[in-house]
C-alpha cells in the first residue's frame, strides 16, 4: 500500500495503548460540550477536565501547572472519581517529573479499577508484569489482565491475548492470542490493528510477514493511530519484512509528525543526524532535539544527552550531555539514573564517584529497571565501588534476578564462570548454561552462545564458526528480524578470509540498515580485522577518499584515508590512537554508516 495512502489527514489522538502504553482519554472520561454562554456576559469559567490535567502531567510543563492538576486530580479522587483516580496511579507509575511511587500508583489504581474504570487493572497489570517498584510477577499481571478483558476493556484483552502469546504467567499459546487480537481488530479497534502489524514485525512466536505487518499498520493509522505510521517508517528504515527503503521511511515519519505522533519527531531528528536518505542535516536534527527537550519531553533528552556526550555525529559537549541526564533523573527517569550510575561507576566522563554510583543505581533499581540490577552487580563484581564492593553481593544480585526471570541474568553469570569470577572458572559449565536457557528460549543466551562460537573467548575458548553457523540455525527463531540478520552477517564476516568473500560481504553490507552496519563494523574490529579494514575501504573507495587495492590490509594509504574520514566531522583526534583501536573503530563505524 502506498504511502500517499498514508498521508491523509489524521486527528490527532491520545496516547494508544502499545504494550504499556497509556488508554486514551477518551476512553477513561466523557467531557460535555462547554455551556452557550449569554451574549451580553461572559460564562462562568468551566473546571478543567481529567482528560485535561492529564494532558498537563503527560506534556510537562511548569511546576506550578503540575503542583495545580495533581491538586484538582486529589480533590476529584477523594469523592470517588474512578477517572481521576486512574489517572493519579499512572502518574504516579511513570516516573514523568518524579520517581515512581508504586504504594501511591497501586493505591489509586486498585481503587479506580474498584470503582468500575478496568483501565486501573490493565495499568496494575503492566506495573507486575514490568516491575515497576514492585517485584515482577507475571501470574499476577495475568490476573490483572484478564479481570480487565472479562469486564469488556479492549486495552485487556490485548495486554492478555500479548501475554498468551509469549507465554508469560501461562502456557504460551500463540494461536489463541492472536484470534483473540485479530477478534478485537475485527472491530476496526487500530490499538490491536497497530499490535497485530506490530508482531507480525518482531519475530520470536509470531514470524515475521512483511505484508501482513504492512496490512494491519496501515489500516491502524488510516483508523487514526498515528503510531502505526512511526513503525511503517521503521520497518523501512530497518528492512524489516521489506527491503530498506530510506525514502519510504522518511516520508512515513514526515507523516506520522504531522499527525501528532509522539516518537515522530525523534526519529525525524535521527535520520537527520545519520543522513538516513544519504544526506546528513545535523541542524535540523539538534533543532528537532532541542526543541523537544526544552518542552520536558524526556525521550528527547536522553536522545540529545546521548548524542552530546558521544561526540560521534556533533561536537561533544560534556557538561551539557550530563546536565540532560541529571534533569531528567532528578525527575524520576530510571534510564538517565542507570546512565549516570554507569558513569559515575566507570569515570567515563569524569573521575570516577562510587558514591554517587551506588545511590544512582538505588534510585534506578527501585523504580524498577532490571538492566540496573545487572550493572550494579558487574560493578560488585568489578570492584567499581572500592571498599563498599562486595563480589558475594553481585553473585546475590545475579541470582536473585536470575531467578525472577531476567533473561540476561542467566548469560551474567555464565560470563562469570567462563571469567571464573566469583566462581571457579569452568569454561564448559558456561556453555553448558547458555545452551540450557537457549533451548529454553532465552533469546540473549542464545546470542551469547552464537557469539562464543563463532568469536571464542580469548585462550578460554577457541572459535569454531560451523558451530556458531548450527546454533544460528537452531536458535534463529527466537531472534528479531534486525538480530538474525547481524547475527548472520556477523557469522560471515567472521570466517571471511579470500577476496571473493569479502567482495559478498561487501555487497551485504551495503544492504543494511545504518545501524547494522554500526554494530557489524564495531564487532568485526576484534573477530576479523582484515573484513573491517576491507568494508572500510570499500566505502572509501566509494566517497573518492581512497584508490588503492580491496585487499583488508591496513596499508599507509588506508590509513591516510581513513584519516581523512575520520576527519571530516567531529572527534577525529580518535583515530590518531589508531584505527583498530576501540574508539576509532567505533567512530569509523559511525562515519561509514552515516549519510556523507
Not at 482519554?25 to 481529567?50: F, I, N, R, W, Y
Request: proline fraction near 4%.
Amino acid at each position: 500500500m502506498s504511502l500517499q495512502r498514508l498521508a491523509i489527514s489524521f486527528a490527532i489522538s491520545a496516547p494508544l495503548l502499545m504494550g504499556t502504553a497509556l488508554p486514551t482519554l477518551a476512553q477513561t472520561t466523557q467531557t460535555a460540550e462547554p455551556p452557550q454562554g449569554s451574549q451580553t456576559s461572559p460564562a462562568p469559567q468551566k473546571p478543567a477536565s481529567v482528560s485535561e490535567l492529564r494532558k498537563v502531567l503527560q506534556d510537562g510543563g511548569s511546576q506550578e501547572a503540575i503542583t495545580s492538576a495533581l491538586q484538582q486530580l486529589q480533590a476529584r479522587a477523594d469523592q470517588g472519581d474512578k477517572d481521576a483516580l486512574f489517572a493519579l496511579g499512572d502518574y504516579y507509575s511513570r516516573g514523568l517529573r518524579e520517581p515512581v511511587d508504586s504504594a501511591k500508583a497501586i493505591d489509586f489504581l486498585t481503587r479506580s479499577a474498584a470503582a468500575g474504570n478496568a483501565w486501573g487493572n490493565v495499568r496494575l497489570g503492566e506495573i507486575h508484569r514490568d516491575g515497576i517498584g514492585v517485584e515482577r510477577d507475571a501470574a499476577k499481571a495475568l490476573a490483572f489482565f484478564k479481570a480487565a478483558a472479562d469486564a469488556g476493556n479492549t486495552g485487556g484483552k490485548i495486554a492478555y491475548a500479548r501475554a498468551l502469546i509469549a507465554g508469560q504467567g501461562i502456557a504460551a499459546d500463540p494461536a489463541q492470542g492472536l484470534a483473540l487480537l485479530t477478534e478485537v481488530a475485527d472491530t476496526g479497534d487500530r490499538s490491536a490493528l497497530f499490535t497485530l502489524g506490530d508482531l507480525y514485525t518482531r519475530g520470536g512466536p509470531v514470524p515475521v510477514d512483511g505484508p501482513k505487518a504492512l496490512d494491519f499498520l496501515t489500516r491502524a493509522a488510516e483508523a487514526g493511530n498515528s503510531a502505526a505510521l512511526v513503525r511503517l517508517g521503521e520497518i523501512h528504515r530497518d528492512g524489516i519484512g521489506v527491503p530498506v527503503d530510506p525514502a519510504k521511511a522518511k516520508a512515513a515519519f514526515e507523516a506520522a509528525n504531522a499527525s501528532g505522533a509522539a516518537n515522530a519527531r525523534l526519529r525525524l531528528a535521527e535520520a537527520a543526524l545519520w543522513g538516513l536518505d544519504g544526506s546528513r542535516d545535523v541542524e535540523r536534527g539538534l533543532g528537532l532535539l532541542r526543541e523537544d527537550a526544552a518542552a520536558g519531553n524526556v525521550s528527547a533528552r536522553l536522545l540529545l544527552s546521548d548524542v552530546l556526550l558521544r561526540g560521534e555525529l556533533v561536537e561533544q559537549d560534556v557538561a551539557a550531555g550530563l546536565a540532560l541526564l541529571r534533569e531528567a533523573a532528578d525527575g524520576g527517569n530510571a534510564t538517565a539514573q542507570l546512565r549516570l550510575a554507569n558513569a559515575y561507576r566507570l569515570g567515563t566522563f569524569g573521575p570516577k564517584n562510587p558514591r554517587l554510583a551506588l545511590d544512582m543505581f538505588g534510585q534506578a533499581v527501585a523504580a524498577g529497571n532490571t538492566a540496573a540490577v545487572l550493572d550494579l552487580a558487574r560493578g560488585h563484581m568489578a570492584g567499581d565501588f572500592g571498599k563498599a564492593s562486595s563480589p558475594s553481593e553481585a553473585m546475590r544480585l545475579a541470582r536473585a534476578a536470575e531467578a525472577g526471570g531476567n533473561a540476561q541474568a542467566t548469560v551474567l553469570v555464565a560470563e562469570w564462570a567462563l571469567a571464573g569470577k566469583g566462581q571457579r572458572q569452568d569454561p564448559r559449565a558456561a556453555v553448558r548454561q547458555l545452551e540450557t536457557a537457549a533451548a529454553a528460549g532465552n533469546v540473549d543466551a542464545a546470542r551469547r552462545l552464537i557469539s562464543l562460537y563463532r568469536s571464542g573467548a580469548g585462550k578460554t575458548l577457541a572459535p569454531n564458526p560451523a558451530r556458531a553457523r548450527m546454533a544460528l540455525d537452531q536458535y534463529g527463531t527466537l531472534l528479531s528480524p534486525a538480530a538474525l540478520q547481524q547475527e548472520r552477517l556477523l557469522t560471515d564476516a567472521a570466517a571471511a578470509s579470500t577476496r571473493a568473500q569479502f567482495a559478498a560481504l561487501a555487497e551485504a553490507f551495503k544492504a543494511a540498515p545504518q545501524q547494522t552496519r554500526v554494530s557489524l563494523l564495531t564487532t568485526l574490529r576484534w573477530s576479523n580485522a582484515n573484513a573491517f579494514v576491507y568494508l572500510v575501504q570499500d566505502e572509501l573507495q566509494t566517497r573518492g577518499l581512497y584508490k588503492g587495492p580491496l585487499n583488508g590490509l591496513l596499508t599507509r594509504d588506508t590509513i591516510r584515508a581513513i584519516g581523512t574520514l575520520c576527519d571530516a566531522g567531529p572527534s577525529g583526534e580518535r583515530c590518531r590512537q589508531g584505527p583498530l583501536t576501540g574508539d576509532a573503530a567505533r567512530l569509523i563505524a559511525v562515519r561509514v554508516a552515516a549519510g556523507a
